[in-house]
Nanobody, 120 residues
Framework: QGQLQESGPDLVKPSETLSLTCTVS?????????WTWIRRPPGKGQEWMGAIANDGSTWYNPSLKSRTFISRDTSGNKFSLQLSSVTPEDTSVYYC?????????????WGKGTLVTVSS
């Protein structure tokens, strides 16, 4: 069974860059997955942020594209999210996920999520 685990700081100051890493383990290192970041602000629904494929191709939510960067390490066991110029509105539970399509509905594996608060 595959697992995903988010890691990173739980508090980020306004205007700084939020950086999270997802560690992939187990039997989900398939070549056909989109490695994805999703967030859920308090009291709101899920928001698909972006994804990266094994060949390094990336896709971003247009509303976040100017501030978002997703990358993978060469081992393929980790992928990362950077969100720049954060504001308190970026406070959310951030999830990494893996699935066969672009969108929350296609995710087959999920991390547990990590709450990141943006506050001074």
């Amino acid at each position: 069974q595959g697992q995903l685990q988010e890691s990173g700081p739980d508090l980020v100051k306004p205007s700084e860059t939020l950086s999270l890493t997802c560690t992939v383990s187990g039997s989900i290192t398939t070549n056909y997955y989109y490695w994805t970041w999703i967030r859920r602000p308090p009291g709101k629904g899920q928001e698909w942020m972006g994804a990266i494929a094994n060949d390094g191709s990336t896709w971003y939510n247009p509303s976040l594209k100017s501030r978002t960067f997703i990358s993978r390490d060469t081992s393929g066991n980790k992928f990362s999210l950077q969100l720049s110029s954060v504001t308190p509105e970026d406070t959310s539970v951030y999830y990494c996920a893996a699935g066969s399509g672009l969108g929350c509905e296609f995710m087959e594996y999920w991390g547990k999520g990590t709450l990141v608060t943006v506050s001074s």
